[in-house]
């Protein structure tokens, strides 16, 4: 664009400003007569030779020059004048006068250099200039350096500048990113430190322990001290157990190791204990894909392990008494009345162990005349969260045997996960039943071939006795008498046990008659005044009161509960007998002031061949039949037994029976 014809007129001094751009055409076209360097022709040559170099260059460049520090600048500068309206006016400027808001700044600075001190040097200042429509934080890296007018004369400073705004965004970004990293990290390291999990870092084969959190040293019961040292040295207990060879493996292989509830025997407290977690070995690598470390992680579940290993093995206990037993045992879900029975259960009801049993096939194998008290059993235990417990016969499926089992099952309320269900347990008690049948049937044979040689020595007494009313030979007939009452005693004794023969094979058989209570009372006592001499017995009658029974056996309920009453008082003491009437039914009840029965005691009392043992009981004699037979008999009639008692102070028997009607 400058290549006109006019080139040629110009003075030789202002090619120094072509090729300088719109800078070089401002300097060009400036009045600088006006100023006190005058016009260019008296300019030396070496601050021509300046200008020509800064408007010529791309970096930014500015020019103080002479005695009043007149300016000028190039292109590349000039966006740093920025908006306020100082270029143009700064081309031709004094320094003071362009810059009075950071002259006493900058004006040390060049009359040093101008001195002859050395160049200034500012690295990544930030100047703040207009461009681009807005402010911009730019960065400047700069130098005043002096240019000198003739050797020796200094005639100005030269600034160059440089922008280093990008640099300086990209430091500032890096160390944002290092200080973000370094939170971060650290951030990771508290997390990691605190974790419930073990972790722990080792690096080379060597397994250099250089990381470990506290609960990976709590798990190897070690302190900080092992960071730093090889694992085999830090936790030399390792040492013949697997972990080694697994480590290095993962090494040569690069593929990460999974344990699950794996043991390892660590020393803690001076001992070797078991520990057992779920761990990853997990290899590091560099860039190349080598493996460089290790990193375990592991969740330690020992409590979990070793509560579980216990419930596994009572279970197992469970399971291999129930087998010992040859119990069958059964389940069934209380909701679906979905019925679960074992192989031994299918069996004792004579199926095969793999077919398939519902309740009601089981329930069906039972005689029909248990049926029923068997389901009535279960739903009232299911109904009311009780045990029950029941023995009865059953016929088998296919084999059609007989067999005797006793049944016990319970209700198991849902809790948390486990729906409500009720189990139970079948024992065959075939062969017990069988003894006990066989004892009975020998009781019952003995019992009845004894009564007849008894009946009739019983008549012979009181034959003798009768005839001897009239012998003034007192101690034959107190003798007599005395041999009477043995006798008898002896028959109630005998008859007991064929009543209870006849009652086990559900023989008993009952003369039901209708007869005053009162009556039966005042007999029976009478019958027992021999043995009632050294207690006092009070009666308070019902008044005549009609029931219907077999009046022999409630006579023998009645004896029973008297003769206890004195066998168990000491002498002297009162024995009270008392009959009520109570709506619908007859209660009478016999009191004693005698030692008592403890209360664990009470619940067994009616049970056959039960006698309570303390060293009072010691010497009186008895089966533990009585109380059982009153509770049967009473049973039989539709009536009820029950005692209340108290150790040391006396025991009250009560029984009930309904009214005739
Ligand atoms: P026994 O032949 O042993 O008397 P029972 O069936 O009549 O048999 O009584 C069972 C047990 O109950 C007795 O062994 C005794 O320990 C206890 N017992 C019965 N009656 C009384 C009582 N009045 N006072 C204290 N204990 C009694």
Known sequence: ????????????HQTYFDGGGEMGALTR????????????????????????????????????????????????????????????????????????????????????????????????????????????????????????????????????????????????????????LAESESRLRFMLADAPVAIALFTGRALIIEAANKKVLEVWGKGEEVIGKPLHIAVPELKDQPFFQILDDVFTTGQSFHGNEVKAMLELNHKLEEVYSNFVYQPLKNV???????????????????????????EEMLRLSIEAANVGTWHMDVDTRKFSPSSRMKE????????????????????????????????????????YSIEHPVTGYHDQTSRWVRALGKLYPDTAGHPAHFSGLTLDITEQ???????????????????????????????????????????????????????????????????????????????????????LIREIIEETKPTLQHHSLTLSPCHPVSIHADREKIGSVISNLLSNAIKYSPKGKKIEVNCQIKGEIAEVSVKDEGMGIKPLALE??????????????????????????????????????????????????????????
Not at 359 to 372: A, L, M, V
């Open 29 to 180: 076209d400036y009045d600088w007569s006006k100023t006190v360097l005058g016009p260019p022709e008296q300019w030396s040559q070496s601050l021509l030779t300046t200008i020509g170099i800064m408007l010529k260059s791309r970096f930014p460049m500015f020019l103080w020059w002479g005695t009043e520090l007149i300016q000028f600048y190039n292109d590349a500068y000039r966006p740093s004048l920025g908006n306020e309206g100082k270029h143009p006016k700064a081309l031709g400027q004094q320094g003071e006068e362009c810059w009075p808001e950071i002259w006493p700044v900058i004006k040390p600075l060049i009359d040093q250099v101008l001195s002859g001190g050395e160049s200034t040097w500012s690295e990544d200042q930030l100047i703040p200039i207009y461009r681009n429509n807005r402010l911009e934080d730019v960065y400047w890296t700069f130098s005043y350096s002096k240019v000198n007018d003739a050797p020796g004369k200094p005639g100005g400073v030269l600034v160059i500048c440089s922008e280093t705004t990008e640099k300086v965004n990209t430091m500032r970004k890096i160390e944002n990113t290092i200080s973000e």
């Open 433 to 519: 039943k069988q003894d006990e049948m066989r004892k009975n049937d020998f009781i019952g044979m003995v019992s009845h071939e004894l009564k007849t040689p008894l009946t009739s020595l019983n008549g012979y007494l009181q034959l003798l006795i009768a005839r001897m009313k009239k012998s003034e030979d007192t101690f034959t007939t107190g003798s007599l008498e005395k041999a009477h009452a043995q006798v008898k005693k002896m028959s109630t004794m005998i008859n007991g046990f064929l009543n209870i023969s006849r009652l086990e094979s559900g023989k008993i058989h009952l003369d039901m008659e209708t007869f005053d209570l009162d009556q």
């Open 288 to 314: 190349n894909g080598e493996t460089t470390g290790i990193v375990l992680v592991a969740n330690v579940i020992t409590e979990q392990v070793i509560a579980r290993k216990k419930v596994e093995q009572a």
């Open 604 to 661: 067994k009392l009616f049970e056959r061949f039960y006698r309570v043992e303390t060293k009072h009981t010691q010497n009186i004699s008895g089966f533990g039949i009585g109380l059982y037979l009153c509770s049967e008999i009473l049973l039989h009639h539709g009536g009820k037994i029950w005692v209340k008692s108290e150790i040391g102070v006396g025991s009250t028997f009560y029984f009930s029976l309904p009214l005739a009607p």
């Open 348 to 387: 004792l009801y004579g199926f095969d162990p793999e077919e398939e049993v519902s309740y009601d096939d089981i329930t069906n194998q039972i005689p029909e005349e248990y049926r029923n008290k068997v389901r009535l059993a279960v739903e009232q235990a299911i109904a009311s969260g009780e045990s």
């Open 1 to 12: 664009m400058h290549s006109t014809p006019e080139i040629s007129s110009q003075t030789p």
